[in-house]
C-alpha cells in the first residue's frame, strides 16, 4: 500500500469496515472526501482477489461517472487509483437509508425516490447489483446512491430483476414490519420512471428467479 | 427432560436423543443413496426412510440407554423439506407420541441448523450474541441471522445450492456421490485453481454459470484437479464474501458455519480467515451436528416445548403436520426474543 494510504487509514476517520473495503473520511485538497480501500482480502486466493478488487475499483469509478454525468444523485468522484484499488469521492454527510428508517427519519418517499433512481439506472443499461438500504445515505435534498463497484452493464430485464430482487429480500429481512409498504413505494417509483410496460416485464422476471430458489 | 428427535426432510434420516441440558445422547442416521448417474428421486427416499425408521429408533434408544417411557417429548421436522420425506418423519413422531401420550414438538429445519450449531459453539466456550450463520448443504445455501425476533435470510443462491452444484460438477466428470469430499480430495493436487466466473449479487450467489463454465474447462482438457480447485476457490469466495457483508451490516459479533458442506476445509478455512480479520470469532459446527440429524430436532423441539408451541397428544391427529416450503421466517423462536 502507498505510504499516503496508510496515513490517511491512520489519521482519518472510519466510517465503515464492509465485506470489501475500508472507508475513511479525510481531507482531500482541503476538501472532506471518503476514501474507499479496497484492501487485499486474506480469505480469497491472491489473484482473484486483485481481480476482484481492480475490476470492482475500475467498475466504481466509471459507473460514478456516467450516473453523475446523466444527474442521478451519487457521490462526486475525485480520484480513482486502480493499483492502489482507491476510490476517492465526495463526502455527502447524512445517515443511511437503513439507520434512517429505523429511526423513524426517512419514510416510503425515500424508497419510492430511489425506486425512480433505480429505474432510470436500469435505463440507461446498468445494474446496481448490491441494492440494499445500506448503500444509500439519506442526504438533505434526497437520496444518494452508493456502493456501485459490483455494478455492470445490462439492457436485459433479467438483470434488473436481479436489483429488484436483492432490495425486496432487503426489506423482508432488514425491515420486516415495515417491507410491504416500503415494497409498494419502491414499485411506485420505479413504474413511474420506468412505465408500465417495462415494469411489468421485470416484475415477470423477478417472480422467475424467485420461483428458482430451491428450498430442499 | 429428554427429547427423541426425528429429522427426515430429505435423503437423510436421523433420530437423536438430547436432554435437557443439551447433551447429545444418541443421533444416529442411515441415508437414502440414489443409484449411481441419478438424483434423489423423493418417493424413493421416502420408501427407505420408512422402511429404515423403527430400526434407526430402537438404535438411538439402545445408544443412549434410554427406555421409552423415560421419554419426555418428540420433535419432527416440520419443512422445509420433500413432501413423501416429511411425511414419513411426521408419521412417525405422531405415533411415538400417541402411543406414550408425550407432546410432539414441531420444528423448523433450518432453525434446527443454527440452533444446534449455537449449542455447540456454546460448548466450545463460545458466546455468540449476535451471529451469523452461513447454512450450506445439498438443498440450501442462506444466510440467515435474527431481525425483530424471527430468523431470517439476509442472502442466498438465486440458482443452485452449493451442495447441488458440487454433486452435479461431481457426476458430470465420473466422480462418486457425494461430490463435496471427492472435489476437495483433488483440489489439493491442483497446480493452479481454473479461473472461473466469480457472481455475486449483493448478498445473494449464483452458481450456475460457474457449474457451466467449469464443466466446459475440465471438457476442453484444463486438468480435473486445477478445475475442483477453482470451483472451490470461485465458490467459496463468494459464500465468504455474502456472509461477511451480511455480518457487516448487521454489525455482527461472530460468525457460524454449518450444514453438510460445512464438512469442507477450504471453506472452513476461509470463513474462520474472515472472521478474524474482522475481529469476530468464528465457530464451525462439527459435521455430525452440522449435516442433517435428528439431534438438532430434539434439540430445537425441546426450546419450542419450553417456550408452549408444542402439540398436547390429545391434539396430535389434527394440528401436527408437515409444510413443504415452511420459511424460517415464519418459524416462531420466543427464546431469541
Sequence with gaps: MHPGLKEVIARGRVLA???????????????????????????RHPDLDSRLRRNRTRREARTLVRLADAGLPVP?????????????????????????????????????????????LHGMGIVHNDLTTSNVIVADDGPVLIDLGMSFDSGDPKDHAIDLRVFERCLESSHPSLSDELWRAFLRGYEEEAGEKRTETVLRELERIKSQVRYV | MICIGIESTAEKLGVGIVTGDGEVLANEKAQYVPPPGSGIHPSEAAEHHAREIP?????????????????DLVAYSKGPGLGPCLRVGATAARTISLALRIPLAPVNHCVAHVEIG?????????????PTTLYVSGGNTQVIALKEGRYRVFGETLD?????????FARKVGLPHPGGPEIEKLAREADEPTELPYTVHGTDVSFSGLLTAALRAYEEGEPLENVC??????????????TERAAAQLNSDGVLLTGGVAANRRLSEMIHTMAEERGVEAHTVPPDLAGDNGAMIAWTGILVHEHGLSIRPEDVPKEATVEQKYRIDEAPVPWRG
Design chain 1, 17 to 43: 469496515r464492509g465485506a470489501e473495503s475500508i472507508v475513511v473520511l479525510h481531507e482531500w485538497f482541503g476538501l472532506d472526501a471518503v476514501y474507499k480501500i479496497r484492501l487485499p482480502r486474506e480469505y
Design chain 1, 76 to 120: 462526486t468522484l475525485y480520484e480513482a487509483d486502480v493499483e492502489e484499488c482507491l476510490v476517492v469521492t465526495e463526502y455527502v454527510p447524512g445517515p443511511s437509508l437503513r439507520d434512517a428508517l429505523e429511526e423513524g427519519e426517512a419514510g416510503p418517499e425515500h424508497v419510492e425516490e430511489l425506486g425512480r433512481i433505480a429505474a432510470s
Design chain 2, 55 to 71: 430400526d434407526l429408533v430402537d438404535r438411538a434408544l439402545e445408544k443412549a440407554g434410554v427406555e421409552p417411557d423415560e421419554l
Design chain 2, 118 to 130: 449455537l449449542l455447540s459453539a456454546e460448548r466450545e466456550g463460545l458466546d455468540f450474541g449476535y
Design chain 2, 160 to 168: 443452485l445450492p452449493i451442495g447441488n452444484m458440487l454433486d452435479t
Design chain 2, 229 to 242: 480447485a477453482g470451483i472451490q476457490e470461485t465458490a467459496f469466495a463468494m459464500l465468504t464474501e455474502i
